[in-house]
Protein backbone atom coordinates (compact mmCIF):
# COMPACT_ATOMS: atom_id res chain seq x y z
CA UNK A 1 0.00 0.00 0.00
CA UNK A 2 1.31 3.57 -0.97
CA UNK A 3 -0.32 6.01 -0.35
CA UNK A 4 0.62 9.31 -3.07
CA UNK A 5 -0.58 11.83 -0.75
CA UNK A 6 -0.79 13.20 2.85
CA UNK A 7 -4.31 13.90 1.73
CA UNK A 8 -5.13 9.94 1.12
CA UNK A 9 -2.81 8.75 3.85
CA UNK A 10 -4.89 10.91 6.05
CA UNK A 11 -8.31 9.96 4.69
CA UNK A 12 -7.07 5.90 5.26
CA UNK A 13 -6.45 6.83 9.01
CA UNK A 14 -10.12 8.11 9.18
CA UNK A 15 -11.23 5.16 8.01
CA UNK A 16 -8.72 2.55 10.48
CA UNK A 17 -10.20 5.04 13.29
CA UNK A 18 -13.64 4.53 12.77
CA UNK A 19 -13.01 0.68 11.91
CA UNK A 20 -13.83 1.12 7.86
CA UNK A 21 -10.36 0.21 6.92
CA UNK A 22 -8.71 -2.90 5.62
CA UNK A 23 -6.89 -5.45 7.57
CA UNK A 24 -3.80 -4.09 7.87
CA UNK A 25 -3.37 -0.37 9.36
CA UNK A 26 0.81 -0.34 9.64
CA UNK A 27 1.73 0.78 6.28
CA UNK A 28 -0.77 3.87 6.96
CA UNK A 29 0.69 4.55 10.37
CA UNK A 30 4.62 3.89 8.56
CA UNK A 31 3.73 6.81 5.90
CA UNK A 32 2.05 9.16 8.89
CA UNK A 33 5.25 8.63 10.31
CA UNK A 34 7.56 9.88 8.04
CA UNK A 35 5.04 12.82 7.07
CA UNK A 36 5.24 13.86 10.73
CA UNK A 37 5.13 13.25 14.54
CA UNK A 38 2.07 15.37 14.66
CA UNK A 39 -0.39 15.00 11.87
CA UNK A 40 -3.77 17.27 11.24
CA UNK A 41 -6.53 15.02 10.78
CA UNK A 42 -9.07 16.05 7.50
CA UNK A 43 -12.01 16.95 9.63
CA UNK A 44 -13.45 19.64 12.24
CA UNK A 45 -14.21 18.12 15.74
CA UNK A 46 -18.60 17.15 15.28
CA UNK A 47 -19.84 20.72 15.56
CA UNK A 48 -17.26 22.32 17.18
CA UNK A 49 -14.50 24.47 14.73
CA UNK A 50 -11.57 22.45 17.07
CA UNK A 51 -9.51 20.63 14.64
CA UNK A 52 -8.41 16.75 15.30
CA UNK A 53 -4.41 15.26 15.46
CA UNK A 54 -2.79 12.22 15.79
CA UNK A 55 0.41 11.52 17.40
CA UNK A 56 2.50 9.23 15.60
CA UNK A 57 6.16 8.50 17.34
CA UNK A 58 7.03 7.24 20.93
CA UNK A 59 8.37 10.45 22.51
CA UNK A 60 5.69 12.72 21.25
CA UNK A 61 2.86 10.47 22.49
CA UNK A 62 4.51 10.64 25.67
CA UNK A 63 4.21 14.11 25.80
CA UNK A 64 0.86 13.95 25.79
CA UNK A 65 0.01 11.17 27.78
CA UNK A 66 1.38 12.81 30.77
CA UNK A 67 1.44 15.95 30.26
CA UNK A 68 -1.37 17.01 32.47
CA UNK A 69 -0.73 20.90 32.02
CA UNK A 70 -1.11 20.84 28.41
CA UNK A 71 -3.50 18.17 28.18
CA UNK A 72 -7.00 16.77 29.43
CA UNK A 73 -9.34 14.06 28.68
CA UNK A 74 -12.55 15.86 29.70
CA UNK A 75 -13.46 18.92 27.43
CA UNK A 76 -15.23 19.86 30.25
CA UNK A 77 -12.01 21.03 31.91
CA UNK A 78 -11.68 23.45 29.42
CA UNK A 79 -14.86 25.04 29.19
CA UNK A 80 -17.55 23.78 31.61
CA UNK A 81 -19.83 24.23 29.05
CA UNK A 82 -18.26 22.76 26.66
CA UNK A 83 -20.17 20.62 23.95
CA UNK A 84 -17.47 18.80 22.29
CA UNK A 85 -17.83 15.23 23.90
CA UNK A 86 -21.40 15.84 23.08
CA UNK A 87 -21.29 16.63 19.47
CA UNK A 88 -18.48 14.02 18.74
CA UNK A 89 -20.17 10.67 20.07
CA UNK A 90 -24.07 12.55 19.98
CA UNK A 91 -24.46 11.15 23.66
CA UNK A 92 -26.28 14.01 25.76
CA UNK A 93 -28.25 13.10 29.52
CA UNK A 94 -30.11 10.29 28.16
CA UNK A 95 -30.25 7.03 28.76
CA UNK A 96 -27.43 6.14 30.98
CA UNK A 97 -24.84 6.85 28.27
CA UNK A 98 -23.97 10.27 30.42
CA UNK A 99 -22.92 8.34 33.29
CA UNK A 100 -21.07 5.33 31.79
CA UNK A 101 -19.39 8.04 28.63
CA UNK A 102 -18.30 11.15 30.79
CA UNK A 103 -17.71 10.27 34.60
CA UNK A 104 -15.63 7.17 34.41
CA UNK A 105 -12.22 7.17 35.82
CA UNK A 106 -10.73 7.17 32.38
CA UNK A 107 -12.83 10.15 31.34
CA UNK A 108 -12.37 13.03 34.25
CA UNK A 109 -9.37 15.11 35.24
CA UNK A 110 -7.40 16.31 38.48
CA UNK A 111 -8.35 16.64 40.98
CA UNK A 112 -10.89 14.14 41.02
CA UNK A 113 -9.02 11.02 38.92
CA UNK A 114 -6.44 11.87 41.56
CA UNK A 115 -9.09 11.21 44.28
CA UNK A 116 -10.98 7.99 42.33
CA UNK A 117 -7.95 6.76 41.10
CA UNK A 118 -6.19 6.69 44.90
CA UNK A 119 -9.77 5.07 46.63
CA UNK A 120 -9.57 2.22 43.84
CA UNK A 121 -5.99 1.63 43.90
CA UNK A 122 -6.60 0.67 47.64
CA UNK A 123 -8.63 -2.48 46.50
CA UNK A 124 -7.14 -3.00 43.15
CA UNK A 125 -3.45 -4.04 44.49
CA UNK A 126 -0.90 -5.39 42.14
CA UNK A 127 -0.66 -7.46 44.59
CA UNK A 128 -4.06 -8.30 44.80
CA UNK A 129 -3.91 -9.10 40.72
CA UNK A 130 -1.13 -11.24 41.15
CA UNK A 131 -3.18 -13.23 43.83
CA UNK A 132 -5.43 -14.37 41.07
CA UNK A 133 -3.13 -16.40 39.27
CA UNK A 134 -4.53 -19.75 40.72
CA UNK A 135 -7.84 -18.72 40.38
CA UNK A 136 -7.38 -17.47 36.46
CA UNK A 137 -5.28 -21.08 35.89
CA UNK A 138 -8.86 -22.76 37.01
CA UNK A 139 -10.65 -20.95 34.79
CA UNK A 140 -8.13 -21.34 31.63
CA UNK A 141 -8.11 -25.22 32.19
CA UNK A 142 -12.14 -25.36 32.71
CA UNK A 143 -12.42 -23.78 29.20
CA UNK A 144 -9.75 -25.90 27.57
CA UNK A 145 -10.96 -29.22 29.10
CA UNK A 146 -14.35 -28.28 27.43
CA UNK A 147 -12.22 -28.51 23.99
CA UNK A 148 -9.37 -30.53 24.44
CA UNK A 149 -11.12 -33.87 23.44
CA UNK A 150 -13.01 -32.58 20.52
CA UNK A 151 -9.63 -31.37 18.83
CA UNK A 152 -10.72 -28.56 17.12
CA UNK A 153 -12.19 -25.26 18.59
CA UNK A 154 -13.11 -21.79 17.69
CA UNK A 155 -10.05 -20.04 19.64
CA UNK A 156 -12.19 -16.78 20.04
CA UNK A 157 -15.50 -18.05 20.92
CA UNK A 158 -14.11 -21.14 23.09
CA UNK A 159 -11.24 -19.46 25.20
CA UNK A 160 -10.08 -16.13 24.16
CA UNK A 161 -13.40 -14.19 24.37
CA UNK A 162 -14.47 -16.36 27.76
CA UNK A 163 -11.52 -16.31 29.95
CA UNK A 164 -10.95 -12.60 30.51
CA UNK A 165 -14.97 -12.36 31.22
CA UNK A 166 -15.33 -14.85 33.27
CA UNK A 167 -12.05 -13.76 35.37
CA UNK A 168 -13.74 -10.72 35.58
CA UNK A 169 -17.17 -11.41 36.42
CA UNK A 170 -15.51 -13.89 39.13
CA UNK A 171 -13.64 -10.88 40.09
CA UNK A 172 -16.31 -8.49 41.12
CA UNK A 173 -18.48 -11.11 42.53
CA UNK A 174 -21.22 -11.68 39.78
CA UNK A 175 -22.81 -15.43 39.98
CA UNK A 176 -21.74 -17.62 37.27
CA UNK A 177 -25.65 -18.00 35.71
CA UNK A 178 -25.05 -14.15 35.06
CA UNK A 179 -22.11 -14.14 32.79
CA UNK A 180 -22.96 -14.44 29.56
CA UNK A 181 -25.51 -11.31 30.20
CA UNK A 182 -22.35 -9.13 31.06
CA UNK A 183 -20.57 -10.65 28.19
CA UNK A 184 -23.38 -9.86 25.59
CA UNK A 185 -23.31 -6.14 27.17
CA UNK A 186 -19.85 -5.84 27.07
CA UNK A 187 -19.68 -6.54 24.00
CA UNK A 188 -22.86 -4.82 22.47
CA UNK A 189 -21.47 -1.64 24.10
CA UNK A 190 -17.86 -2.32 22.62
CA UNK A 191 -19.50 -2.44 19.29
CA UNK A 192 -21.65 0.58 19.43
CA UNK A 193 -18.76 2.31 20.39
CA UNK A 194 -16.46 4.38 18.01
CA UNK A 195 -14.84 7.53 17.04
CA UNK A 196 -17.69 9.51 15.07
CA UNK A 197 -20.11 6.35 15.52
CA UNK A 198 -23.16 5.64 18.01
CA UNK A 199 -25.26 2.44 17.62
CA UNK A 200 -28.81 3.53 18.71
CA UNK A 201 -28.56 -0.13 20.83
CA UNK A 202 -25.74 0.95 22.79
CA UNK A 203 -27.91 3.35 24.97
CA UNK A 204 -30.42 0.57 25.36
CA UNK A 205 -27.23 -1.98 26.36
CA UNK A 206 -25.90 0.80 29.08
CA UNK A 207 -28.93 1.19 30.30
CA UNK A 208 -29.40 -2.76 31.31
CA UNK A 209 -25.81 -3.32 31.82
CA UNK A 210 -26.07 0.03 34.76
CA UNK A 211 -28.90 -1.53 36.03
CA UNK A 212 -27.73 -4.92 36.30
CA UNK A 213 -24.56 -3.49 38.28
CA UNK A 214 -26.74 -1.44 40.46
CA UNK A 215 -28.71 -4.05 41.98
CA UNK A 216 -25.42 -5.84 42.83
CA UNK A 217 -24.01 -3.42 44.22
CA UNK A 218 -27.10 -3.05 46.19
CA UNK A 219 -26.70 -6.60 47.41
CA UNK A 220 -23.51 -6.27 48.32
CA UNK A 221 -24.02 -3.59 50.67
CA UNK A 222 -26.73 -5.54 52.10
CA UNK A 223 -24.67 -8.65 51.94
CA UNK A 224 -20.60 -8.20 51.64
CA UNK A 225 -18.06 -10.83 50.75
CA UNK A 226 -14.46 -11.42 49.70
CA UNK A 227 -15.71 -10.15 46.18
CA UNK A 228 -13.74 -7.24 44.86
CA UNK A 229 -17.41 -4.91 44.96
CA UNK A 230 -17.52 -5.61 48.49
CA UNK A 231 -14.01 -4.18 48.91
CA UNK A 232 -14.79 -1.30 47.19
CA UNK A 233 -17.61 -0.06 48.95
CA UNK A 234 -15.53 -1.19 52.39
CA UNK A 235 -12.69 1.08 51.45
CA UNK A 236 -12.07 4.59 52.44
CA UNK A 237 -8.96 7.29 52.01
CA UNK A 238 -8.62 9.85 54.35
CA UNK A 239 -12.05 9.62 55.52
CA UNK A 240 -13.22 9.43 52.12
CA UNK A 241 -15.49 7.15 49.94
CA UNK A 242 -16.90 5.82 46.65
CA UNK A 243 -20.34 7.08 46.48
CA UNK A 244 -22.89 5.17 44.63
CA UNK A 245 -22.74 6.61 41.23
CA UNK A 246 -18.73 6.59 41.27
CA UNK A 247 -18.76 2.92 42.47
CA UNK A 248 -21.08 1.88 39.38
CA UNK A 249 -19.18 3.30 37.09
CA UNK A 250 -16.03 2.34 37.88
CA UNK A 251 -17.25 -1.79 38.12
CA UNK A 252 -18.83 -0.96 34.66
CA UNK A 253 -15.44 0.29 33.47
CA UNK A 254 -13.36 -2.25 34.78
CA UNK A 255 -15.39 -5.27 33.21
CA UNK A 256 -15.61 -2.87 29.97
CA UNK A 257 -11.95 -2.18 30.06
CA UNK A 258 -10.85 -5.27 30.81
CA UNK A 259 -12.90 -7.72 28.67
CA UNK A 260 -12.41 -6.52 25.15
CA UNK A 261 -9.06 -5.42 25.38
CA UNK A 262 -7.77 -8.98 27.01
CA UNK A 263 -9.85 -10.78 25.21
CA UNK A 264 -8.17 -9.49 21.97
CA UNK A 265 -4.52 -9.89 23.27
CA UNK A 266 -5.57 -13.72 23.43
CA UNK A 267 -6.78 -14.05 19.95
CA UNK A 268 -4.92 -11.85 18.16
CA UNK A 269 -1.38 -12.65 20.00
CA UNK A 270 -2.54 -16.40 19.30
CA UNK A 271 -3.15 -15.76 15.46
CA UNK A 272 0.65 -13.75 15.35
CA UNK A 273 2.15 -16.29 16.77
CA UNK A 274 1.01 -18.74 14.34
CA UNK A 275 1.89 -16.45 11.93
CA UNK A 276 5.38 -16.90 12.60
CA UNK A 277 5.86 -20.55 12.71
CA UNK A 278 9.30 -19.86 14.12
CA UNK A 279 9.08 -17.35 16.96
CA UNK A 280 6.31 -20.00 17.87
CA UNK A 281 8.78 -22.70 18.21
CA UNK A 282 11.06 -20.92 19.76
CA UNK A 283 8.06 -20.31 22.35
CA UNK A 284 7.23 -23.76 22.67
CA UNK A 285 10.72 -24.71 23.94
CA UNK A 286 11.00 -22.24 26.42
CA UNK A 287 7.71 -21.42 27.84
CA UNK A 288 9.88 -19.50 30.36
CA UNK A 289 9.63 -17.16 27.69
CA UNK A 290 5.71 -16.21 27.67
CA UNK A 291 6.16 -12.92 29.52
CA UNK A 292 8.40 -11.45 27.20
CA UNK A 293 6.19 -12.78 24.47
CA UNK A 294 3.32 -11.17 25.99
CA UNK A 295 5.00 -7.66 26.10
CA UNK A 296 6.26 -8.16 22.37
CA UNK A 297 3.02 -9.19 20.99
CA UNK A 298 1.47 -6.16 23.07
CA UNK A 299 4.06 -4.22 21.41
CA UNK A 300 3.96 -5.50 18.00
CA UNK A 301 -0.18 -5.51 17.47
CA UNK A 302 -1.68 -4.24 20.77
CA UNK A 303 -5.30 -4.49 21.20
CA UNK A 304 -5.93 -0.98 21.41
CA UNK A 305 -5.04 1.74 18.33
CA UNK A 306 -5.40 5.03 20.21
CA UNK A 307 -5.15 6.00 23.55
CA UNK A 308 -8.44 8.15 24.20
CA UNK A 309 -8.97 11.37 23.00
CA UNK A 310 -7.09 14.33 25.10
CA UNK A 311 -8.02 17.61 24.66
CA UNK A 312 -5.38 20.63 24.71
CA UNK A 313 -5.78 23.35 27.58
CA UNK A 314 -3.87 25.84 26.06
CA UNK A 315 -2.42 27.11 23.00
CA UNK A 316 1.10 24.95 22.63
CA UNK A 317 3.42 23.98 20.19
CA UNK A 318 4.21 19.90 19.29
CA UNK A 319 6.50 18.66 17.16
CA UNK A 320 6.50 22.13 14.82
CA UNK A 321 2.71 22.08 14.95
CA UNK A 322 0.82 24.73 16.21
CA UNK A 323 -2.08 22.95 18.37
CA UNK A 324 -5.19 25.16 19.52
CA UNK A 325 -6.85 25.27 22.87
CA UNK A 326 -9.71 22.79 22.49
CA UNK A 327 -8.20 21.03 19.62
CA UNK A 328 -8.28 17.08 20.30
CA UNK A 329 -5.46 15.02 20.01
CA UNK A 330 -5.27 11.15 19.66
CA UNK A 331 -1.75 9.45 20.42
CA UNK A 332 -1.70 6.46 18.20
CA UNK A 333 -0.28 3.67 20.40
CA UNK A 334 -0.10 0.91 17.67
CA UNK A 335 1.88 3.66 15.40
CA UNK A 336 3.94 4.73 18.67
CA UNK A 337 4.88 1.03 19.27
CA UNK A 338 6.24 0.57 16.18
CA UNK A 339 8.55 3.90 15.96
CA UNK A 340 11.82 3.04 14.43
CA UNK A 341 13.21 5.43 16.61
CA UNK A 342 13.04 3.57 19.61
CA UNK A 343 12.96 -0.33 18.12
CA UNK A 344 15.47 -2.34 15.96
CA UNK A 345 13.35 -3.76 13.23
CA UNK A 346 10.59 -2.59 15.08
CA UNK A 347 8.27 -4.03 11.87
CA UNK A 348 9.43 -7.55 13.09
CA UNK A 349 7.91 -9.62 15.83
CA UNK A 350 10.59 -11.18 18.00
CA UNK A 351 9.51 -12.79 21.53
CA UNK A 352 13.21 -12.57 22.69
CA UNK A 353 12.91 -8.80 22.59
CA UNK A 354 13.19 -7.88 25.93
CA UNK A 355 11.33 -4.61 25.49
CA UNK A 356 11.97 -1.89 27.98
CA UNK A 357 8.74 0.06 26.93
CA UNK A 358 5.75 0.64 25.23
CA UNK A 359 3.04 1.86 25.18
CA UNK A 360 -0.48 -0.81 24.90
CA UNK A 361 -1.41 -0.40 28.26
CA UNK A 362 -0.83 3.89 28.07
CA UNK A 363 1.27 6.17 30.19
CA UNK A 364 0.76 8.77 32.16
CA UNK A 365 -1.92 9.27 35.02
CA UNK A 366 -4.77 7.59 33.08
CA UNK A 367 -2.14 4.32 32.51
CA UNK A 368 -3.97 1.03 32.52
CA UNK A 369 -5.29 0.41 36.26
CA UNK A 370 -5.59 -3.42 34.98
CA UNK A 371 -2.37 -3.76 32.98
CA UNK A 372 -1.25 -6.22 36.15
CA UNK A 373 -3.97 -8.42 35.59
CA UNK A 374 -3.99 -8.64 32.22
CA UNK A 375 -0.33 -9.57 32.34
CA UNK A 376 -1.23 -12.25 34.14
CA UNK A 377 -4.27 -13.23 31.78
CA UNK A 378 -2.01 -13.14 29.08
CA UNK A 379 0.73 -14.97 30.72
CA UNK A 380 -1.25 -17.99 32.12
CA UNK A 381 -3.56 -18.12 28.53
CA UNK A 382 -0.64 -18.36 26.28
CA UNK A 383 1.63 -20.96 28.51
CA UNK A 384 -2.24 -23.19 29.29
CA UNK A 385 -2.66 -23.09 25.54
CA UNK A 386 0.95 -24.11 24.45
CA UNK A 387 1.54 -26.42 27.23
CA UNK A 388 -2.26 -28.30 26.58
CA UNK A 389 -2.02 -27.79 23.03
CA UNK A 390 1.40 -27.99 21.24
CA UNK A 391 0.36 -28.97 18.04
CA UNK A 392 -1.85 -26.10 18.02
CA UNK A 393 -2.31 -25.20 14.28
CA UNK A 394 -5.22 -23.06 11.71
CA UNK A 395 -8.13 -25.20 11.16
CA UNK A 396 -8.71 -22.71 7.63
CA UNK A 397 -7.24 -21.37 4.99
CA UNK A 398 -5.84 -18.03 6.44
CA UNK A 399 -7.01 -16.17 4.15
CA UNK A 400 -10.33 -16.84 6.11
CA UNK A 401 -9.24 -15.30 9.35
CA UNK A 402 -10.47 -11.78 9.15
CA UNK A 403 -9.58 -8.97 11.58
CA UNK A 404 -12.98 -7.05 12.68
CA UNK A 405 -12.56 -3.23 14.19
CA UNK A 406 -14.45 -1.98 17.25
CA UNK A 407 -13.63 1.20 19.30
CA UNK A 408 -10.69 2.00 17.51
CA UNK A 409 -9.50 -1.21 17.85
CA UNK A 410 -9.27 -4.34 15.77
CA UNK A 411 -9.89 -8.18 16.75
CA UNK A 412 -10.56 -10.92 15.42
CA UNK A 413 -14.39 -12.47 14.41
CA UNK A 414 -13.35 -16.28 14.54
CA UNK A 415 -10.14 -17.93 15.06
CA UNK A 416 -10.90 -21.86 14.24
CA UNK A 417 -7.54 -23.90 15.22
CA UNK A 418 -6.97 -27.83 15.32
CA UNK A 419 -4.34 -29.33 17.81
C1 LIG B 1 -4.37 -6.39 27.23
C2 LIG B 1 -5.31 -5.82 27.95
C3 LIG B 1 -5.47 -4.34 28.14
C4 LIG B 1 -5.04 -3.29 27.36
C5 LIG B 1 -4.26 -3.35 26.07
C6 LIG B 1 -5.49 -2.07 28.01
C7 LIG B 1 -5.22 -0.80 27.53
C8 LIG B 1 -5.50 0.36 28.22
C9 LIG B 1 -5.08 1.68 27.82
C10 LIG B 1 -4.29 2.00 26.55
C11 LIG B 1 -5.52 2.56 28.76
C12 LIG B 1 -5.27 4.06 28.78
C13 LIG B 1 -6.25 4.80 27.93
C14 LIG B 1 -5.94 6.29 27.86
O1 LIG B 1 -4.94 6.77 28.39
O2 LIG B 1 -6.77 6.97 27.25
C15 LIG B 1 -6.24 1.80 29.75
C16 LIG B 1 -6.87 2.36 30.85
C17 LIG B 1 -7.62 1.62 31.75
N1 LIG B 1 -7.73 0.25 31.80
FE1 LIG B 1 -6.86 -1.09 30.56
N2 LIG B 1 -6.17 -2.40 29.15
C18 LIG B 1 -6.18 -3.77 29.28
C19 LIG B 1 -6.75 -4.49 30.30
C20 LIG B 1 -7.41 -3.97 31.37
C21 LIG B 1 -7.99 -4.74 32.47
C22 LIG B 1 -7.89 -6.25 32.61
C23 LIG B 1 -8.62 -3.85 33.29
C24 LIG B 1 -9.40 -4.07 34.55
C25 LIG B 1 -9.99 -5.16 34.88
C26 LIG B 1 -8.42 -2.52 32.73
C27 LIG B 1 -8.89 -1.34 33.28
C28 LIG B 1 -8.53 -0.08 32.86
C29 LIG B 1 -8.99 1.14 33.52
C30 LIG B 1 -9.90 1.24 34.73
C31 LIG B 1 -8.41 2.21 32.81
C32 LIG B 1 -8.59 3.69 33.10
C33 LIG B 1 -7.49 4.16 34.04
C34 LIG B 1 -7.53 5.65 34.33
O3 LIG B 1 -8.06 6.43 33.53
O4 LIG B 1 -7.01 6.04 35.40
N3 LIG B 1 -7.69 -2.64 31.57
N4 LIG B 1 -6.20 0.45 29.42
Excluded at 74 to 87: G, L
Excluded at 244 to 266: C, D, K, M, N
Excluded at 334 to 358: M, P, V, Y
Excluded at 396 to 404: S, T, Y
Aim: glycine share 6%; hydrophobic share 40%; with cysteine.
Amino acid sequence: MNYSSQVEAEQALVGVLSGKSGDNPFPIFEQLRQIGSVVQLPFPMGETNNRAWVVTHMEEALKVLKDQDHFCVDPKSIDRNSTIKESLTGSSDSAGSNMFLTNSLNAIDQPDHRRLRALVSKAFTPRYMEGLRPRVQELADELLDQVQDRGEMDLVKDYANLLPINVISDMIGVPKSDHSLIHKWSEGIANGLGVGTVDPKTAENLKDFGNYIKQLTEDKRKQPSDDLISQLISIEEQGDRLDEAELISLVQLLIFAGHETTSTLISTGTLLLLDHPEQLEILKADLSLVPSAVEELLRFHGPSTTAGPRYALKDLELSGQEIKKGDMVFPLLKSANRDERQFENAEELDITRGIKRHLAFGQGVHMCLGAPLARVEGNIAFTTLLKRMPNLQLNVPREDVHWKFKLAAQSLASLPVKF
